[in-house]
């Protein structure tokens, strides 16, 4: 998320500033940081990249850690589930229930979480304590990211502050290019909980920079159901809401069920789709960072040249999916495209309500997960009735839609 100039806040804004303000009547703006703390941007990236590695690890290690548990795979798979729920729910709520407390402390508290649900995960004897561990790890995911950006904002001048979240951003890029591949050769070298084992001792060194690197944070923000019932009346917070729904369910429908479309129409080998996949992860890693940039200039555009290559990617692979060159292309391209969608949503959702950052970027985060869930459950049904290519027609028709209406409605320039 992004804060204009007049919208950032200073450090040592005192504990309840915004208490007594009305949702309508914000108070006025305080001064935004002289200079930028890099060193505790770079502990928010590496937790980033500890809470996404974990995120990633069980689809990976499905089939070991359910023959392990003495499960079916589908009851395994539930470890995603739940933490993906947990997270939908935890955004939005965190920020209200947290609201009197200093925001690095919160920060370190989701950490800690982080390194328990890694412990618990390795030590799992049976789906239930796995289950938990996954609930603390869902608990601090929906948390982190519904102040990330808040916060950000608070680290950096207003002018940095894309790049500051692209930044931030290239945690969830490195674990996308590494943690599956891994994950996946340390549990055949060493057993599943081995690579849990090797997450709990990267959230570890995190919790060791982010007590050293985290200044004090008193909270801002007052958010309560009342100020999200009044953001969800705001027009802006509103279109930025439904455009999340709408592209990222496209995203997700296509990309969730690209693999059934590599084996089935284009007919790849499975060493070779897993080389399309990390070429979908590294596409990934260097998209953010262009993402960023033009996010930095204007986060519609950001969103809008996403979706727009993303709907002729899809197109492309309705029309040529069987050529393996053109898909492998297109998936790269792909990962590369969807760099642009976390700096360009988190900045416009700020821009929207810079009076209560952290209450939208709960309803942000809760949105994603909603549209990740849509994603996968729509996109399945268009699979199971129409064949692989049913993935992206769903996508195709969704970010088209989004795209659009992130042309027409989505945050201009001042005096534009």
């Known amino acids: 998320m992004s804060s204009s100039p007049s919208c950032s806040t200073c450090l040592d804004a005192p504990a309840g500033a915004l208490a007594d303000a009305a949702p309508n009547n914000p108070p006025p703006p305080a001064a935004e940081p002289t200079e930028a703390r890099w060193t505790a941007v770079a502990s928010m990236a590496l937790g980033v990249f500890g809470l996404v590695t974990a995120e990633f690890l069980p689809a990976s290690l499905l089939t070991a850690m359910a023959s392990d548990l003495r499960v079916s795979d589908g009851a395994a798979g539930q470890a995603v589930t739940v933490t993906a729920l947990v997270a939908a729910v935890a955004a939005p709520s965190l920020p209200l229930l947290t609201r009197r407390i200093d925001r690095r402390w919160v920060m370190l508290a989701f950490t800690v979480m982080l390194v328990l649900s890694n412990a618990l995960s390795a030590l799992a004897s ?45 945690g969830v890029s490195v674990a996308t290019v590494c943690a599956a591949p891994i994950g996946a050769w340390m549990g055949d070298m060493w057993g599943w909980r081995s690579a849990f084992i ?13 007590l050293v690197a985290l200044p004090a944070l008193p909270p801002r923000d007052n958010p309560n159901l009342q100020v ?137 985060v809760a949105a994603f997960q909603i549209a990740i869930a849509s994603g996968a459950i729509f996109g399945g049904l268009m699979v199971d009735h129409v064949g692989a290519l049913g993935g992206p027609a769903f996508a195709l028709a ?14 201009r320039p001042a005096g534009a």
């Open 198 to 210: 090797a997450a709990g001792g990267i959230s570890l060194i995190t919790l060791a920079v982010q």
């Open 126 to 170: 049976n789906l239930p304590t796995l289950l938990v561990a996954r609930v603390a790890l869902g608990i601090a995911l929906g948390g982190f990211w519904s102040m990330s950006a808040a916060l950000a904002m608070r680290l950096v001048p207003a002018s940095l502050f894309a790049r500051a979240m692209s930044f931030i951003l290239t």
């Open 398 to 411: 969704a970010l088209t839609l989004g795209t659009l209406l992130t042309l027409r409605h989505g945050p």
């Open 228 to 364: 999200l019932g009044e953001l969800l009346r705001r027009p802006p917070v509103r279109v930025a809401l439904l455009a999340v729904l709408l592209v990222i369910s496209g995203h997700f429908a296509g990309f969730t069920y690209i693999r059934p479309l590599m084996e089935q129409v284009t007919h790849l080998s499975v060493t070779t789709i897993t080389a399309v996949l990390l070429g979908y992860g590294v596409g990934g890693f260097f998209g953010n960072f262009v993402g960023g940039w033009i996010a930095g200039r204007s986060e519609r555009q950001a969103i809008v040249a996403g979706g727009a290559v993303i709907a002729v990617l899809a197109a492309t692979l309705l029309v040529a999916g069987q050529s393996a060159a053109i898909t492998a292309v297109a998936v790269t391209l792909w990962g590369f495209a969807f760099g642009a969608f976390p700096v360009g949503f988190q900045t416009w959702i700020v821009r929207a309500a810079p009076d209560q950052a952290e209450g939208a970027g709960g309803l942000l």
